[in-house]
């Protein structure tokens, strides 16, 4: 099969509601103060999934109930006193996050976050996701004002700036977004250039049906950035993933094909690999196939892991990183 092992470097009581407004408000975002010094900004009124939601001073304690706002939180450094630190059957923070989260309360499981634990923190502002909590975003709003975003993957751009409104760290969110384009550009054209234009297909292996990830998912979103292109069967807007059999397995032929293995995948994983099937793709033939980690390139769903991704890329087509 020609399989290479990627692996991602280690990286550095109720208190008075502040929310207001639940029902259909757009996704999109806008602070009430224009910009400048973050601090003084504040009152600010933000505009989110579920409303909304008044702001009264810059937030100095927040928690945030998604493994991917977590680690927005902390790209725009602002002090996440509790989060969510695990995914089903995974558990802690992620090694990359360091001692960012050396004094973060687990205030999980991301099914059912502790409410007590999370009132103890007193924070002064709460992020999550519809698509996540959305039952629980009243009882959330009476523990501090609460911001909601509509879910993490396709939007994960637009949840770091519509953090960054929320925190007062506008400046910071698009600064870190920028530089992220800037260098997702610089390993994406690298790799055009030493490879001919290359398509790339995503595969992941998961405890159910197989599947190869679109433009319109975290990676996709990546690989759209990076200008890299997807086999003629992947590039379809809406669709999230393609769900294959072992039947099935030419739909993830390309150039080049990166697989991703989520726990309970491993059988599935296995299966497919030893399908005479496999061996036919030219991925596989031109010893093309690089497995990666699931943790960065699936579950993160931030700048922090769309870093390693492009570290991964670089690494594989041999071009230089960018950094």
Known sequence: ?????????????LTACGSSDSGGAPAESSAS?????????????????????EI????????ALDNSLVEAVIALEAPLVGGIGSYRDQSGFPDYLGDAVKDTMDVGPLDNPNLEAIASLQPDLIVSATVRHD??????????????????????????????????????????????EERAKAVGDAINAAAGDPTV??????????????????????????GIARPENQRDPEEFNIEISEEQ???????????????????????????????????????????????????????????????????????????
Do not use: C
């Open 201 to 226: 297909s995503i595969v992941r292996f998961v405890d159910g049906p197989t599947r190869i990830y679109l433009p319109k998912t975290f990676v996709g979103i990546i690989l759209e950035d990076m």
């Open 1 to 13: 099969m020609g399989a290479l092992l990627l692996t991602a470097s280690v990286a550095a009581g």
């Open 135 to 180: 039952a629980l975003y009243d009882q959330l709003s009476a523990i501090a004002p609460t911001v909601f975003v509509e879910t993490t993957g396709p939007i994960w751009k637009e949840n770091i700036t519509l953090l960054g409104e929320a925190l007062g760290e506008e400046d910071k969110a698009a600064e870190e977004l920028a530089a992220y």
């Open 56 to 63: 009264p001073a810059k937030p100095e304690r927040v928690v």
């Open 33 to 53: 103060a224009a910009a400048g010094d973050s601090a003084a900004a504040f009152p600010r009124t933000i505009e989110h999934h579920k409303g909304t939601t």
């Open 249 to 323: 397995i030419q739909q993830a032929d390309a150039d080049y094909i990166f697989m991703t293995t989520f726990s309970g995948g491993e059988e599935r994983r296995e299966q497919f690999l030893a399908n005479p099937l496999w061996e036919r793709l030219n991925a596989v033939q031109n010893d093309h196939v690089f497995e990666v980690d699931d943790a960065t390139w699936m579950t993160s769903v931030s700048l922090q892991g769309a870093e390693f991704v492009l570290d991964d890329m670089a690494e594989a087509f041999g071009v230089d990183p960018a950094k």
